[in-house]
């Protein structure tokens, strides 16, 4: 495992074949948050969501954990998060005292920024989500995990609760009496239990994790990307719209795409019998 100094970034970024990676970078802490970790993870989910080259995003974590949580040691000794803000130097984040002034965007809030986004998301849950560390993870659009993932919803017994998005994910994935169950009780699930509620899409090898989430991340990426985010776009407006409404604006996004390049495409693909070619347009 490397160790990661003072000046290294808190959040990898990279992108390879219409697939921007995004990692949690302090191995050494189980990657858990920090106020500088908060501000690049924002940075990235924008990048990511504005790079039209980029068709996914993987989200994980460095090292044998995919989030520990809020940094609680730094927090305790009031260097952390709940103490006084760290100074970043990097010239593309959101200045960090504004998080204690109330004055920030609440879209500068990293869950608020991945649940806008209109990329999917895979989240590669490698080893330990807890706290914030599991809130992430309910906000991807897909989670594959490996034999050692567990998840962690500890929150009640630490006396917060969900902070950051596990209110409004969790009923909606497991339904009221599961989240209930899951959260009240705080004990830790497993790869299996987690599968089981639906946590978790699949489960592999640990050795096999990286590699499944990139596969299917590039089956995603050879799909039409306008359709794929309208798609998510339409998935998360649906959840808080009546039926009537919401078709309305099913049916006018499915006459814009008519007039794509895509659409021609795919449908000339289809008749052709050959794997269609999309560019976006």
Known sequence: MTETSSDDPHVLYEVDDRIATITLNRPRRRNAISYRMLEELTVAFRRADADTDVRCM???????????????????????????????????????????????DIGDVPTVALQEMDTPVIGVINGAA????????????????????????????????PESGGTWYLPRLVGWSRACRIAMLGRDLDAQESLTFGLLDTVVEDSALMGTATAWAAEIAANAPLAVQAMKRLFREGLTEEFRPHSAKVLAETMRLFGTEDFTEGVTAYMEGRSPIFTGR
Request: hydrophobic share 40%; charged share 20%.
């Open 58 to 104: 993987l989200l994980t974590g460095a090292g044998k954990g995919f989030c520990s949580g809020l940094d609680l040691k730094d927090a305790m000794a009031g260097t952390g998060i709940g103490g006084s803000p760290e100074v970043v130097d990097s010239p593309e984040v959101v200045d960090s005292s504004e998080l204690g002034s109330g004055e920030f």
């Open 130 to 161: 807890a706290g914030y560390g599991l809130d992430l993870a309910l906000g991807c659009d897909m989670r594959l995990g490996g034999f050692s993932t567990r998840l962690l919803p500890g929150f009640a017994k630490r006396g917060v609760v």
